[in-house]
C-alpha cells in the first residue's frame, strides 16, 4: 500500500513561541482526522514536519539547525518526507527552496488545515514545493480539530492572529498579515471543550491582545470577553498574555481585580523606558505614561503578577538610555522580565535606522538588565518562603510533583517541585520551603 493509503506516522517538532505550539496542535489534528499516525519520537517516524519560528536572528538560527538535523534523514531515505511550516518559510520561501533541496514542500502561516494534503502531495511526487499566501495566516476556531502538546492540564488559545500597529523593529505584521478576532461564541465554545476535556487552565495569546474585538460587528472590548470567559465551568485558571500598553483600559483593570477565574497576572511588553528609544520605536507611548501604567495596575489589582519585556540595544540606544531604562526595571520591581537583544528584522522600518548599537555592547547591556531583574525576582521569590500556594500539578516524579502557582506562566516563568503526592491536573496547596536558582520554588504538598 503506498504510504498515503496506509497514512505515515509523523513527527513534528515544533519551535517559537506559544502561538506556533497552537498552529503544531491544530496541524496534529488536522492530520490525525485525515488517518495520521502521529510519532512522539522522530526514529519512528516516516514524516517529520519542523514548525519553525523567525522572529529574530536567534529564533531563525534554531530553526534553519532544526531542519538541518533532519535533513540527512530525509536525505539517505529514512524519512519519507521532510515538510517546513511556520513563519519561516511564509518569510523566506523562495531562498529557503535554493538553499535546502533536502525539504519536500514549505508551507506558510495561511496553509496549516492544507497539511495533509500537501502530504498526499508530496508522496503522489507533486508537490509544488512552495505553498505560501503572503499576508496571510491561518486563524482556527472551536471546530479545528486539535491535539493538545503535553499533559493536557493547560492549554494555549489564540483570541485573534495578526497585528495592525506599526512597531519599527517588528516583522511580525508582515509576516502575519492584518489583525483578525476571533467570536466571542468561538471562543467561549472552545474553552468549555478544553474545560470538559479536563483542561484546568488556559492561556489566552495572540499578536496584540488588547486589540481583540476591533474588527467584529459592534466592536466589543477585551473586558467583555474576559467576562464570558470567566463564567466557563470547569477551568480554574484563565490567564492573559500580551497586553499593549497603550490599550488597557480601566474597565479592563476592573474586571482583572474581580475576576474568578481570570488570574490577577498581567503580561504587558514595555520594550523600553527611555522616551527616544520608545519614539524610535514607534510605541505611541511615553516613560511617563508606562510608569503611571505601572502604578494603575498595582493600585487596581490585588495580589497581581506584573510581567514585561525590553529590547536592548535598539538602533541608537545610548548608555543613557540604557540607564534609564535599568532606573525602571529597578523602581518598577516587576515580578517577570525578558530581556532579548535587538537584531535587524528584514522589512522592517528600524532595519533602516543609523547608528546600530555594536553587538558586544548589546550583550553586555542583555546581561546588565537580566542581572538586576536577578535580583528583584529572587528577593521576590525568597519573600515566599513559609507561605502556602496554591499549584496546578504538571507531572508526577520520583520524589513528588511538579507544577506552577498562578503567577508563573507555562514555559517562561519557572515551576515549583513539591515533595508529597498528588495526580497530574490536580490544584493543590503547598508550602514553599525554598527557592531554586533564584527562580524556581521547592515546596511540600500541605
Ligand atoms: S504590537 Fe507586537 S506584534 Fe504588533 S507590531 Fe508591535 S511588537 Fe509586533
Given amino acids: 500500500m503506498p504510504p498515503s493509503e496506509q497514512k505515515a506516522r509523523v513527527h513534528f517538532h515544533s519551535l517559537g513561541c506559544p502561538k506556533n505550539q497552537l498552529d503544531t496542535e491544530v496541524m496534529l489534528g488536522a492530520l490525525a482526522l485525515d488517518g495520521y499516525a502521529i510519532a512522539e519520537e522522530l526514529e519512528d517516524a516516516d514524516v517529520a514536519i519542523v514548525n519553525t519560528c523567525s522572529f529574530i536572528e536567534s529564533a531563525r538560527e534554531e530553526s534553519i539547525q532544526a531542519i538541518l538535523d533532519v535533513a540527512d534523514l530525509r536525505d539517505s531515505g529514512r524519512l519519507r518526507a521532510l515538510v517546513v511550516t511556520g513563519c519561516l518559510p511564509q518569510r523566506y520561501g523562495d531562498e529557503l527552496a535554493r538553499e535546502l533541496p533536502e525539504v519536500d514542500a514549505f508551507v506558510g502561516t495561511g496553509r496549516y488545515p492544507e497539511v495533509p494534503g500537501i502530504l498526499e502531495d508530496v508522496f503522489a511526487g507533486r508537490s509544488r514545493g512552495i505553498y505560501v499566501d503572503a499576508g496571510r495566516t491561518h486563524l482556527y476556531d472551536h471546530t479545528s480539530p486539535r491535539i493538545l502538546i503535553g499533559g493536557g492540564h493547560s492549554a494555549y488559545v489564540k483570541t485573534s492572529e495578526g497585528c495592525d500597529r506599526v512597531c519599527t523593529f517588528c516583522a511580525i505584521p508582515g ?18 471543550d478544553l474545560a470538559r476535556a479536563g483542561v484546568k487552565e488556559v492561556n489566552l495569546v495572540a499578536q496584540d491582545q488588547t486589540s481583540w474585538g476591533k474588527d467584529l460587528p459592534g466592536r466589543p472590548r477585551l473586558h467583555s470577553l474576559l467576562r464570558g470567559l470567566d463564567d466557563v465551568d470547569g477551568l480554574a485558571w484563565i490567564r492573559l498574555l500580551y497586553l499593549y500598553p497603550t490599550a488597557v483600559s480601566d474597565e479592563l483593570i476592573e474586571t482583572l481585580a474581580a475576576a474568578r477565574r481570570v488570574l490577577p497576572y498581567v503580561d504587558v511588553p514595555l520594550q523600553h523606558a527611555s522616551d527616544g528609544v520608545l519614539k524610535a520605536m514607534r510605541r505611541g ?13 498595582r493600585a487596581g489589582i490585588p495580589d497581581l503578577t506584573l510581567r514585561t519585556t525590553f529590547i536592548v540595544g535598539f538602533p541608537g540606544e545610548t548608555d543613557a538610555d540604557f540607564e534609564a531604562l535599568l532606573d525602571f526595571a529597578r523602581a518598577a520591581r516587576f515580578d517577570r522580565v525578558g530581556v532579548f537583544r535587538y537584531s535587524d528584522e528584514e522589512g522592517t522600518a528600524a532595519q533602516t535606522l543609523g547608528r546600530k548599537v555594536p553587538r558586544e555592547l548589546a550583550r553586555e547591556r542583555h546581561r546588565t538588565l537580566l542581572e538586576v531583574q536577578r535580583q528583584i525576582m529572587a528577593e521576590k521569590q525568597e519573600a515566599l518562603v513559609g507561605s502556602e500556594v496554591e499549584l496546578l500539578v504538571e507531572h508526577r516524579h520520583m520524589h513528588g510533583v511538579a507544577g506552577r502557582t498562578a503567577s508563573q506562566a507555562p514555559e517562561i516563568d519557572g515551576g515549583v517541585f513539591a515533595k508529597g503526592s498528588a495526580e497530574p491536573g490536580e490544584l493543590v496547596r503547598a508550602r514553599v520551603l525554598a527557592v531554586r536558582d533564584g527562580v524556581d520554588l521547592e515546596a511540600e504538598v500541605v
Fill in 175 to 192: 509576516i502575519r498579515g492584518r489583525f483578525q478576532s476571533r467570536t466571542l461564541e468561538s471562543l467561549v465554545a472552545e474553552c468549555r
Fill in 285 to 297: 507611548v511615553t516613560a511617563e505614561r508606562q510608569w503611571r501604567l505601572v502604578e494603575r495596575l
